[in-house]
């Protein structure tokens, strides 16, 4: 059977000594308020670490330090310290052998893993951090406030309800008034503010001037938005939907430990005692860490080094935090590099010169070390997105293949962890090389600069849109599945197709472009593998045919992909599509007509739709499959997106147009309608679809 | 005794009586087929013709001739489709295509055939194309109910004083079809009815006024609310329900007041009809009232009285809070139902 390891300490705050003896596997700690009783028992030589803060006398905490290392040769002694005292509490200690410094407040975590390491033990996961367990005991007040508080707002309502008939008496006001000031206060005891305030109005309101029966509507309102604020309140609850809105925001920034891994920090201080310390903290991180103490050297380190941060301090001797960064940000080789002050000075005027000065971030002395480490590491993967110069390239405006890459990595994992789709579609200009040959360098920049500027305008945000290099493009499409991908690519290249350009003889040139694309955990599973495939089938489409703009991977392209129209008319009423597709058609737009949703359905969404449309009027009523259910799987289709759709009703009730509105129809129209009017309408969402 | 010989006889011209029947039968299938397919291509022809000339711009006589020269079955069967998808100037062109074709003319002829069948079929045929014609209003006072109620159809469409006056006279029509197809033409009409109508109520009682009344209630016209009033104090029971339901739609501080006190009225359907429209009007100086109307004796008064507290707001859900605490079982249940029943489902 092990031996427990035996730990004593003094000194320290006894939620710390709790903490340390309920994780520590196999470990026995012991803390003492008696000093000179720990000294004695240190003298055993039976304990392998000592533990011991700046609350100490010094020459108590020496004595003991002493005592305990003289006892046993495997005794190891740390000493806990503020930031404030590191200075004086570290000469004085010289003569003792400390063996490793924390500073306060201490990091609990990182404390209990370096002790761990040092008496062999194993560190077991936390139970309940301490704000866990006072939100516990928040929530246990509640539970027993919450019934009082409630037969308050009984009283309140009666109080109302005599308003409300015009007999409330004044003895009765003032119960009410005391009521919602007692509702008040113990809503704002427990950070209930919405409640603390709608009572304090009741409040007032009951302790005013005399009231009117008109007066207890509003009173009324007040008081059930009270009751129901505080029948739903809970405190010190996480929100559910900050918590997930949280973890997707971590994924797509991808602050993951690994992503800090070698990193590589400069420390600039003057203090060897706090680079030490930052070094130590840093390094337990997975950060590399360059401690440079005579900011005289910094020039040579920053050249050396080449940190992907830098750490320094405001106030150092011959030449300041300030000036060092002002210079960094004047060397175009160092400007994008992220600089974080720490400093104890946190005034106003400070905190402006360190930003005057191009500062990233400040970090005020004394520092908690998870702060630290926290915004350092956001600091250092969020540095580049902040910097679009850097990883966009200038002639695009998209960013570039790496910064692409990394992007569409982290969204690959977030669809894995959501179970969402993700689809990569490659572009390309066809016959790029012939056209920079043919009309010149200049052209061929004007054309990659507007698809570089069309793609993100059509695009949602959450896209990646990239250049690859030559005349390749890359679109990272979250949600998407490679169907609903190709469609709105083949959309992007009609629209680059109806592009021109203007050559030096003053030609106008039109360029064509194709497109393959390839589906996340379908296709393949990293960028570079999806990317492949894409490509692949992009080479597919152009070999099958010059209409075949996309290729999807995985499929066979056989000849055209869709039939394009401008509008398909679903209705089943024969003699009003007769007069609707004349109409269209005599005004140059062209048609397709169903007469089912069924049939409509199937030629509009799939993998392979058989026409696609800016336009969709569809009818409510239709054999097969009604308008709403056709609808809605275009919705599902994702062909509302590259579609509008205008509903033809006739006996629709409010909440079926309501429906459609909601699933993705841009309008409805009622028959009976007037056709110029309709036309109308089908022009503006015309419009609207091609610009 | 018959011979053998009659009864061969007998049977082989039954057999052949057998055999023609059956092979009429057939070539009456193929003729059925064939007319079918054939008035399928005319009707299309017809949808066509008419497609270009209600879209464009331009009268092209030739395939006015075209449309003209189809039967009449077909022009009717195209010219009414389409013109239930039509308003505006292109409804307009429509007629103008039927008055050439001849179809218009068609119609005033069947209007005036003594057969009912054709006197309703012409009328629906200048129904659906909105004609103006003064030979439809005399059909409102048809013998035939049927023809009444598509005339009434006719007429939702041109309002003007002669035709309201007419349509007013049918509201106590005996025919449920015709009386149905007059109020829903009169609702249609909207606010142009409401002067006539206030005037009529006013003026009349009984199953006539019961019908007016209905009708006013949806058009909630302030002009309505002196025949309410007097209405709401007849001793015929659904006249006075419809009368408070019609105070509700009209409101003001009468309609509120006379309100208050059909809440204690001797029939439960005129206090329902009263708690309901206090609810519509939200009328919150009267949620004592509703709140005791939650321990009525009869359901439809609770279910009523709890919708309109709901209908209140916030003092309205005070009530039925207090209601969930009171002694009267029958009241807090009420309450329950009504506080848990979501949003959405309150009218």
């Given at each position: 059977m092990q031996v427990p390891v035996k730990i004593l300490a003094a000194g320290l705050p006894a939620e710390i000594v709790r903490e340390i003896g309920l994780r520590l596997r196999d470990a026995v700690i012991l803390g003492f308020d008696d000093p000179e009783q720990l000294c004695a028992d240190a003298a055993?030589?039976?304990?392998?670490l000592t533990l011991l803060s700046d609350a100490l006398p010094i020459e108590v905490a020496l004595r003991i330090a002493s005592a305990a290392k003289a006892a046993s040769s495997q005794m190891q002694v740390i000493y806990c310290l503020s930031m404030q005292q590191a200075e004086n509490a570290v000469k004085a200690l010289g003569k003792a052998d400390i063996d490793r410094f924390f500073l306060t407040p201490v990091d609990i975590d990182e404390m209990l893993f370096a002790l761990g390491e040092m008496c062999g033990a194993d560190v077991l996961p936390r139970h309940g951090s301490h704000d866990e367990q006072i939100a516990a005991a928040v929530e246990e007040a509640w539970a027993r406030a919450r019934g009082t508080t409630i037969k308050r707002i009984d009283r309140l309502d009666d109080a109302v309800i005599a308003l409300l008939e015009n007999a409330l008496s004044t003895e009765q006001a003032g119960v009410a008034a005391q009521d919602s000031e007692s509702v008040a206060s113990i809503s704002g005891q427990f950070g209930f503010q919405k409640s603390a305030s709608l009572a304090r109005d009741l409040a007032e309101h009951f302790g005013g001037a005399p009231l009117a029966p008109a007066d207890g509507v509003l009173l009324a309102e007040q008081l059930l938005s009270l009751r129901s604020e505080l029948e739903a309140a809970t405190p010190a609850r996480q929100n559910p939907e900050a918590r997930r809105m949280a973890d997707i925001l971590a994924d797509a920034g991808g602050a993951g430990e690994s992503e800090i891994q070698g990193k590589h920090v400069l420390v600039v201080d003057d203090e060897p005692m706090m680079s030490r310390g930052l070094a130590s903290l840093l390094e337990r991180r997975g950060l590399t860490v360059t401690s440079l103490?005579?900011?005289?050297?910094f020039w040579s380190v920053l050249d050396e080094t080449k940190p992907n941060l830098i750490l320094l301090d405001l106030e150092m001797p011959r030449i300041n935090g300030t000036e060092l960064c002002r210079s960094v940000r004047k060397d175009p080789r160092w400007s994008a590099l992220p600089v974080v002050f720490l400093t104890g000075h946190t005034d106003e005027a400070s905190v402006h010169r360190i930003f005057a000065a191009g500062a990233d971030d400040y970090i005020g002395k004394p520092f908690v070390p998870a702060e630290l480490t926290m915004r350092l590491e956001s600091r250092l993967t969020g540095a580049r997105v902040r910097r679009p110069a850097v990883e966009t390239?200038?002639?695009?405006?998209l960013a570039t293949a790496t910064k692409a890459s990394e992007l569409i990595d982290r969204f690959l994992r977030l669809a894995r962890r959501k179970s969402d789709a993700y689809a990569i579609g490659v572009l390309a200009v066809d016959h790029f090389g012939t056209v920079a040959n043919t009309y010149g360098r200049t052209l061929s920049d004007s054309v990659l600069r507007a698809i570089g500027d069309l793609l993100p305008k059509t695009f949602r945000a959450e896209d990646v849109a990239g250049w690859w290099g030559g005349a390749e493009f890359v679109v990272g499409m979250y949600g998407s599945t490679k169907e609903s991908a190709a469609i709105k690519l083949e959309q992007v290249c009609h629209n680059i197709g109806a592009l021109h350009f203007l050559a030096a003889d003053g030609q106008r040139i039109h360029i064509g472009c194709s497109a393959g694309v390839a589906e996340y955990q379908v296709d393949g599973e990293s960028v570079a593998v999806l990317r492949e495939a894409a490509a692949k089938a992009r080479e597919e489409a152009r070999a099958a045919g010059a209409s075949a703009r996309v290729g999807v991977a995985g499929m066979k392209t056989a000849g055209p992909l869709v039939r394009r129209v401008d509008v398909v008319i679903v209705l089943d009423d024969a003699s009003l599509v007769s007069v609707l597709q004349h109409a269209m058609e005599s005004r140059n737009l062209r048609v397709a007509t169903y007469g089912d949703g069924e049939t409509a359905a199937g030629a509009l969404t799939?993998?392979?739709?058989e026409v696609q449309a800016a336009v969709i009027l569809l009818?409510?009523?239709?054999?097969?499959?009604?308008g709403l259910e056709v609808l809605r799987r275009l919705k599902a289709g994702q062909v509302t997106r590259s579609s509008s759709v205008v509903m033809l009703t006739a006996r629709s009730s409010e909440s079926d147009i309501l429906a459609a509105l909601e699933m993705g129809a841009v309008d409805h129209v009622a028959k009976p309608f007037s056709v110029p009017v309709l036309m109308h309408k089908v022009r503006t969402v015309l419009k609207q679809s091609r610009a | 005794m018959i011979s053998q010989h009659i009864l061969d006889l007998v049977m082989l011209g039954e057999m052949i009586l057998i055999a023609l029947a059956v092979g009429l039968y057939f070539l009456h299938g193929v003729w059925l087929l064939l007319t079918q397919r054939r008035l399928q291509a005319l009707t299309d022809v017809a949808r066509s013709s008419l497609a270009r000339l209600v879209t464009s711009g331009v009268v092209d006589p030739a395939q006015i001739e075209s449309l003209r020269k189809l039967p009449r079955g077909v022009q009717v069967t195209a010219f009414l489709e389409v013109s239930t998808n039509l308003s505006g100037a292109s409804k307009e062109r429509l007629r103008f295509v039927a008055q050439q074709v001849g179809l218009l003319d068609y119609a005033r002829k069947l209007c005036e055939n003594w057969l009912w069948t054709r006197r309703l079929r012409g009328t629906r045929i200048l129904s659906r194309m909105d004609v103006p014609d003064p030979l439809v209003l005399k059909l409102l006072?048809?013998?035939h109910p049927a023809v009444r109620a598509q005339a009434a159809e006719w007429a939702a469409a041109q309002p003007s004083v002669p035709v309201i006056t007419a349509m007013l006279r049918l509201l106590?029509?005996?025919a449920t079809q015709a009386r149905f197809a007059v109020q829903n033409a009169l609702l249609r009409m909207g606010a142009v009815a409401a002067g006539p109508l206030a005037t009529y109520l006013e003026r009349n009682s009984g199953r006539a006024a019961q019908a007016g009344l209905r009708v006013a209630e949806s058009l909630?016209?302030?002009?309505f609310a002196p025949a309410a009033l007097r209405l709401s104090r007849t001793d015929d029971i659904p006249i006075r329900a419809a009368a408070a339901k019609l105070l509700g739609a009209v409101g003001g501080a009468p309609a509120a007041e006379r309100l208050s006190e059909l809440?204690?009225?001797?029939a439960p359907e005129v206090r329902a009809a009263a708690a309901q429209s206090l609810g519509r009007m939200q009328h919150w100086q009267g949620g004592s009232l509703l709140a005791r109307g939650l321990c009525d004796s009869t359901w439809r008064v609770r279910r009523q009285s709890a919708l309109a507290l709901r209908a209140l707001g916030a003092p309205g859900a005070l009530f039925l809070r207090r209601a969930l605490k009171g002694d009267d079982r029958f009241a807090a249940d009420m309450a329950q139902q009504i506080l848990d029943l979501p949003a959405a489902a309150i009218g």
């Amino acid at each position: 059977m092990q031996v427990p390891v035996k730990i004593l300490a003094a000194g320290l705050p006894a939620e710390i000594v709790r903490e340390i003896g309920l994780r520590l596997r196999d470990a026995v700690i012991l803390g003492f308020d008696d000093p000179e009783q720990l000294c004695a028992d240190a003298a055993a030589g039976d304990a392998r670490l000592t533990l011991l803060s700046d609350a100490l006398p010094i020459e108590v905490a020496l004595r003991i330090a002493s005592a305990a290392k003289a006892a046993s040769s495997q005794m190891q002694v740390i000493y806990c310290l503020s930031m404030q005292q590191a200075e004086n509490a570290v000469k004085a200690l010289g003569k003792a052998d400390i063996d490793r410094f924390f500073l306060t407040p201490v990091d609990i975590d990182e404390m209990l893993f370096a002790l761990g390491e040092m008496c062999g033990a194993d560190v077991l996961p936390r139970h309940g951090s301490h704000d866990e367990q006072i939100a516990a005991a928040v929530e246990e007040a509640w539970a027993r406030a919450r019934g009082t508080t409630i037969k308050r707002i009984d009283r309140l309502d009666d109080a109302v309800i005599a308003l409300l008939e015009n007999a409330l008496s004044t003895e009765q006001a003032g119960v009410a008034a005391q009521d919602s000031e007692s509702v008040a206060s113990i809503s704002g005891q427990f950070g209930f503010q919405k409640s603390a305030s709608l009572a304090r109005d009741l409040a007032e309101h009951f302790g005013g001037a005399p009231l009117a029966p008109a007066d207890g509507v509003l009173l009324a309102e007040q008081l059930l938005s009270l009751r129901s604020e505080l029948e739903a309140a809970t405190p010190a609850r996480q929100n559910p939907e900050a918590r997930r809105m949280a973890d997707i925001l971590a994924d797509a920034g991808g602050a993951g430990e690994s992503e800090i891994q070698g990193k590589h920090v400069l420390v600039v201080d003057d203090e060897p005692m706090m680079s030490r310390g930052l070094a130590s903290l840093l390094e337990r991180r997975g950060l590399t860490v360059t401690s440079l103490n005579d900011p005289l050297g910094f020039w040579s380190v920053l050249d050396e080094t080449k940190p992907n941060l830098i750490l320094l301090d405001l106030e150092m001797p011959r030449i300041n935090g300030t000036e060092l960064c002002r210079s960094v940000r004047k060397d175009p080789r160092w400007s994008a590099l992220p600089v974080v002050f720490l400093t104890g000075h946190t005034d106003e005027a400070s905190v402006h010169r360190i930003f005057a000065a191009g500062a990233d971030d400040y970090i005020g002395k004394p520092f908690v070390p998870a702060e630290l480490t926290m915004r350092l590491e956001s600091r250092l993967t969020g540095a580049r997105v902040r910097r679009p110069a850097v990883e966009t390239d200038p002639l695009t405006g998209l960013a570039t293949a790496t910064k692409a890459s990394e992007l569409i990595d982290r969204f690959l994992r977030l669809a894995r962890r959501k179970s969402d789709a993700y689809a990569i579609g490659v572009l390309a200009v066809d016959h790029f090389g012939t056209v920079a040959n043919t009309y010149g360098r200049t052209l061929s920049d004007s054309v990659l600069r507007a698809i570089g500027d069309l793609l993100p305008k059509t695009f949602r945000a959450e896209d990646v849109a990239g250049w690859w290099g030559g005349a390749e493009f890359v679109v990272g499409m979250y949600g998407s599945t490679k169907e609903s991908a190709a469609i709105k690519l083949e959309q992007v290249c009609h629209n680059i197709g109806a592009l021109h350009f203007l050559a030096a003889d003053g030609q106008r040139i039109h360029i064509g472009c194709s497109a393959g694309v390839a589906e996340y955990q379908v296709d393949g599973e990293s960028v570079a593998v999806l990317r492949e495939a894409a490509a692949k089938a992009r080479e597919e489409a152009r070999a099958a045919g010059a209409s075949a703009r996309v290729g999807v991977a995985g499929m066979k392209t056989a000849g055209p992909l869709v039939r394009r129209v401008d509008v398909v008319i679903v209705l089943d009423d024969a003699s009003l599509v007769s007069v609707l597709q004349h109409a269209m058609e005599s005004r140059n737009l062209r048609v397709a007509t169903y007469g089912d949703g069924e049939t409509a359905a199937g030629a509009l969404t799939g993998a392979a739709p058989e026409v696609q449309a800016a336009v969709i009027l569809l009818g409510v009523d239709l054999p097969a499959l009604n308008g709403l259910e056709v609808l809605r799987r275009l919705k599902a289709g994702q062909v509302t997106r590259s579609s509008s759709v205008v509903m033809l009703t006739a006996r629709s009730s409010e909440s079926d147009i309501l429906a459609a509105l909601e699933m993705g129809a841009v309008d409805h129209v009622a028959k009976p309608f007037s056709v110029p009017v309709l036309m109308h309408k089908v022009r503006t969402v015309l419009k609207q679809s091609r610009a | 005794m018959i011979s053998q010989h009659i009864l061969d006889l007998v049977m082989l011209g039954e057999m052949i009586l057998i055999a023609l029947a059956v092979g009429l039968y057939f070539l009456h299938g193929v003729w059925l087929l064939l007319t079918q397919r054939r008035l399928q291509a005319l009707t299309d022809v017809a949808r066509s013709s008419l497609a270009r000339l209600v879209t464009s711009g331009v009268v092209d006589p030739a395939q006015i001739e075209s449309l003209r020269k189809l039967p009449r079955g077909v022009q009717v069967t195209a010219f009414l489709e389409v013109s239930t998808n039509l308003s505006g100037a292109s409804k307009e062109r429509l007629r103008f295509v039927a008055q050439q074709v001849g179809l218009l003319d068609y119609a005033r002829k069947l209007c005036e055939n003594w057969l009912w069948t054709r006197r309703l079929r012409g009328t629906r045929i200048l129904s659906r194309m909105d004609v103006p014609d003064p030979l439809v209003l005399k059909l409102l006072v048809d013998r035939h109910p049927a023809v009444r109620a598509q005339a009434a159809e006719w007429a939702a469409a041109q309002p003007s004083v002669p035709v309201i006056t007419a349509m007013l006279r049918l509201l106590a029509d005996s025919a449920t079809q015709a009386r149905f197809a007059v109020q829903n033409a009169l609702l249609r009409m909207g606010a142009v009815a409401a002067g006539p109508l206030a005037t009529y109520l006013e003026r009349n009682s009984g199953r006539a006024a019961q019908a007016g009344l209905r009708v006013a209630e949806s058009l909630a016209d302030a002009r309505f609310a002196p025949a309410a009033l007097r209405l709401s104090r007849t001793d015929d029971i659904p006249i006075r329900a419809a009368a408070a339901k019609l105070l509700g739609a009209v409101g003001g501080a009468p309609a509120a007041e006379r309100l208050s006190e059909l809440m204690s009225d001797a029939a439960p359907e005129v206090r329902a009809a009263a708690a309901q429209s206090l609810g519509r009007m939200q009328h919150w100086q009267g949620g004592s009232l509703l709140a005791r109307g939650l321990c009525d004796s009869t359901w439809r008064v609770r279910r009523q009285s709890a919708l309109a507290l709901r209908a209140l707001g916030a003092p309205g859900a005070l009530f039925l809070r207090r209601a969930l605490k009171g002694d009267d079982r029958f009241a807090a249940d009420m309450a329950q139902q009504i506080l848990d029943l979501p949003a959405a489902a309150i009218g």
